[in-house]
């Protein structure tokens, strides 16, 4: 059964860069797409960004400035870096497994959630 | 960004009751539209994908319809356990864009 699980930290103040990790377990992140996804009460759910072990990726084009994602094979994970934080970025974040067939996509497997809130 | 518009924000239901959910693109998607399922503390859940196509392991009084700009979720019969937040997500291009959900709730 796969499973992931986000970890980092809950509380991150202004202006630093917030770093997440997922860890995958029951199948291996070089084989599909990983995506990063929020949520907030005020703006919803929103896509961050994807990667794929072949280095393609995508990033959401008002954080893509501030966002850097990446893969550790070696240990399962993935890893989404968002720097210059402010009260906005305060959010549920999510890990998500993104299915990609031809032009289809979905997200069928989602972490828990970590809340991460910004604040001094 | 494409974006996703949901109808109504929130229902109220019955156990039993058919309910139909909406999902409007601000442009043509073709059938690139997915639906979730959320509860409170949880994660999304996958319903359907391909705008019709049903998730492994999800219930069949769920299905998806539409094409184009134009998509709906029906719930045959709701179940108690369905009491939740459904949205629905564009994939037709990224980036990925979600509708701002529909709130189901027991009458």
């Known amino acids: 059964q796969l499973q992931l699980q986000e970890s980092g930290p809950g509380l991150v103040k202004p202006s630093e860069t917030l770093s997440l990790t997922c860890t995958v377990s029951?199948?291996?992140?070089?084989?599909?797409?990983w995506s990063w996804l929020r949520q907030s009460p005020g703006k919803g759910l929103e896509w961050i960004a994807f990667?794929?072990?072949?280095?393609?990726?995508d990033y959401n084009p008002p954080l893509k400035s501030r966002v850097a994602i990446s893969m550790d094979t070696s240990r399962n994970q993935f890893s989404l870096s968002l720097a210059s934080l402010t009260a906005a970025d305060t959010a549920v974040y999510y890990c998500?497994?993104?299915?990609?067939?031809?032009?289809?996509?979905?997200?069928?497997?989602w972490g828990q959630g970590i809340l991460v809130t910004v604040s001094s | 960004d494409i974006q996703m518009t949901q109808s109504p924000s929130s229902l109220s239901a019955s156990v039993g009751d058919r309910v139909i959910i909406t999902c409007r693109a601000g442009?043509?998607?073709?059938?690139?539209l997915c639906w979730y399922q959320q509860k409170p503390g949880k994660a999304p859940k996958l319903l359907i994908y391909?705008?019709?196509d049903l998730q492994s392991g999800v219930p069949s009084r769920f299905s998806g319809r539409g094409s184009g700009t134009d998509f709906t979720l029906t719930i045959s019969s709701l179940q108690p356990e369905d009491f939740a937040t459904y949205y629905c997500?564009?994939?037709?291009?990224?980036?990925?864009?979600f509708g701002q959900g529909t709130k189901l709730d027991i009458k």
């Open positions: 391909g705008a019709t």
């Open positions: 998500a497994r993104t299915i990609r067939t031809g032009d289809e996509s979905s997200f069928d497997y």
């Open positions: 997500q564009q994939t037709y291009t990224t980036p990925y864009t």
């Open positions: 990667t794929h072990f072949s280095g393609s990726s």
């Open positions: 029951g199948a291996s992140i070089s084989n599909y797409y």
């Open positions: 442009q043509l998607i073709s059938s690139y």
